[in-house]
């Protein structure tokens, strides 16, 4: 008979498929890393072997954890130790290595064995990260030769929270990288570019610009325009002074492939100059930010970037709008039934007249085929809130649904007002449901004989009359939804909040009331809003 102790063991340990998936998980999520060398009290992270530590459970997991080389593979030049480095490689096999010496300082790779060591397997190196060009260059055999990576996917080049001190100025300087690698599909660059030859396979391009002394705008347009076949496009220019090139004019490139652009610039003109040759399909994501806090645009001028994307703003997919405020204006307009992964269009800016920005945007797109609209922070100030909801509520005439949220509960009333007014229809005349979520229950208000919650909830009743006074039936709304936080719970009278709700349930000024409000206390630091500004 076999062993009774050896039967019950074996019979509790666990099959070798689901120890594969535990330390495919746990490579996933604790990763072995080296602490940086260079500590600090916000940054600074212990040395830990991560998943590795699984090999020591016993006889059997250590079989299987060798038997995985794809993890070790990801974990080659993770810790600054030869021996680390040759066992690591030598369990990888023949897989393709991930090289990550992002936290590793010039000083200490410099003259360093392991650098000998990965030299020889540059030709299964499938992922490359170097923080710096400095470690960058050590890999290359004589400093002159280009890098020669045949199987290299992915490349990134700075674009890293850490950069060891004293290597920080390796990056202020712009180059073009020496590479050979024909297989590249992705690459996130800092201050530098990649030959031609390399890019031509490109799907993915992340370039970040901090220099004066960056390409020109015609190298950077020849660049991108070698990257034919891009799907991502992603750069931010930061630098505020920035001369166009005298006398160039721009040639289309075409990005028949593209899907997704993020920009990212300090003015306006800077975005104009980047994505102006740029030619795409019109089903693509595209993202526009101005960084700079310079002046802002004059007031009456027709925003530069409304013409420069007329093709893709006056598309027939967008249905949606969302508005936002929490770091300068940001305006989304987008497909619903698509979850902003195709048709999208945002401008993020802290330049423009925020109220003739928003006045003059029906203008620029098909307004009369959005069906939703979002503001998910106050925006404007008290005596602008009526003139842009008037435009946007005499152009958007297709609009059923409308969600305010994020505001203190006084700003909030100003734009539901707004919904009351207009001849000879009332703002957004096919309106039928109304959502209120998140406010915060303070301010001012301006009738002392009035609560917050009286006033609130007078000016709902009295946009919800008059909009049945206008047009009758028609203009009933057909859902009130009241959900989220609402933060400030001590300063409401809940009594009047429950009998307003009945009030407005009795009247039939809606066919439907849904109301999932939690309350909270404010925060001690917590102050009444007395007025608000803002850019």
């Given at each position: 008979m076999p062993d009774r102790s050896n039967t019950e063991r074996d019979k509790s340990e666990l099959p070798i498929d689901i120890i594969k998936v535990i330390f495919d998980h746990a490579a996933a999520i604790d990763p072995p890393q080296r602490s940086p060398p260079h500590r600090s009290f916000y940054s600074y992270t212990p040395s830990t072997l991560g998943w590795i530590t699984l090999t020591h459970v016993c006889a059997n997991w250590r079989n299987v954890g060798l038997s995985m080389p794809t993890l070790w593979a990801a974990i080659a030049a993770v810790f600054l130790n030869t021996s680390a480095v040759n066992t690591f490689l030598a369990r990888a096999g023949s897989c393709p290595l991930t090289i990550d010496l992002t936290k590793h300082p010039l000083g200490e790779l410099r003259g360093h064995t392991m650098i000998s060591c990965l030299r020889k397997h540059l030709s299964q190196v499938s992922v490359l990260e170097v923080g710096t060009f400095g470690v960058y260059d050590l890999l290359r055999a004589d400093g002159e030769a280009p890098l020669s990576t045949p199987a290299l996917y992915k490349i990134r080049v700075g674009h890293t929270a850490y950069i060891p001190s004293g290597d920080e100025s390796d990056l202020n300087r712009f180059r073009i990288?020496?590479?050979?690698?024909?297989?590249?599909?992705?690459?996130?660059?800092?201050?530098?570019?990649?030959?031609?030859?390399?890019?031509?396979?490109?799907?993915?391009?992340?370039?970040?610009?901090?220099?004066?002394?960056?390409?020109?705008?015609?190298?950077?347009?020849?660049?991108?325009?070698?990257?034919?076949?891009?799907?991502?496009?992603?750069?931010?220019?930061?630098?505020?002074?920035?001369?166009?090139?005298?006398?160039?004019?721009?040639?289309?490139?075409?990005?028949?492939?593209?899907?997704?652009?993020?920009?990212?610039?300090?003015?306006?003109?800077?975005?104009?100059?980047?994505?102006?040759?740029?030619?795409?399909?019109?089903?693509?994501?595209?993202?526009?930010?101005?960084?700079?806090?310079?002046?802002?645009?004059?007031?009456?001028?027709?925003p530069a970037l409304f013409t420069l994307c007329a093709a893709q703003l006056l598309s027939t997919h967008y249905d949606a709008i969302e508005l936002t405020a929490h770091h300068g204006l940001k305006i989304t307009i987008y497909q619903l039934s698509t979850q902003r992964v195709c048709h999208s269009w945002a401008l993020s800016t802290v330049q423009h007249n925020r109220v003739h920005l928003l006045s003059v945007l029906p203008r620029h797109i098909r307004a009369e085929l959005i069906r939703s609209l979002s503001l998910d922070s106050t925006l404007l100030q008290s005596d602008q809130i009526s003139h842009v909801f008037r435009a946007f509520g005499s152009a958007m005439t297709g609009l059923t649904d409308l969600k305010l949220g994020g505001m203190n509960q006084w700003p909030a009333s100003l734009y539901i007002r707004a919904l009351g007014r207009g001849r000879p229809t009332p703002a957004f005349r096919a309106l039928q449901r109304l959502t209120i979520t998140d406010m915060e229950l303070g301010g001012k208000s301006l009738d002392r004989e009035r609560s917050h919650a009286q006033y609130w909830w007078d000016a709902l009743h009295e946009a919800l009359i008059a909009r049945l006074c206008t047009g009758g039936e028609a203009f009933r709304l057909r859902r009130l939804v009241l959900d989220g936080t609402w933060l400030g719970v001590e300063l409401w009278d809940l009594g009047h909040d429950q009998e307003a709700l009945r009030k407005i349930s009795s009247l039939w000024l809606t066919q439907e009331v849904v109301d999932t409000r939690t309350y909270a206390r404010s925060s001690p630091q917590w102050k009444p809003l007395s007025s608000f500004t803002y850019q």
């Open positions: 990288l020496q590479l050979n690698a024909t297989e590249l599909r992705s690459a996130t660059l800092t201050n530098a570019i990649l030959p031609s030859d390399c890019v031509r396979g490109l799907r993915e391009l992340r370039l970040k610009l901090t220099q004066h002394h960056s390409p020109s705008l015609s190298d950077l347009h020849d660049f991108i325009r070698c990257c034919s076949q891009l799907e991502t496009l992603d750069i931010a220019f930061t630098c505020p002074r920035a001369e166009p090139d005298a006398g160039y004019r721009a040639r289309e490139i075409p990005l028949n492939n593209l899907k997704r652009a993020v920009l990212s610039a300090y003015s306006q003109e800077q975005l104009c100059q980047i994505w102006g040759p740029i030619v795409g399909c019109d089903d693509i994501v595209l993202d526009l930010s101005c960084t700079g806090t310079g002046p802002t645009m004059p007031p009456n001028a027709v």
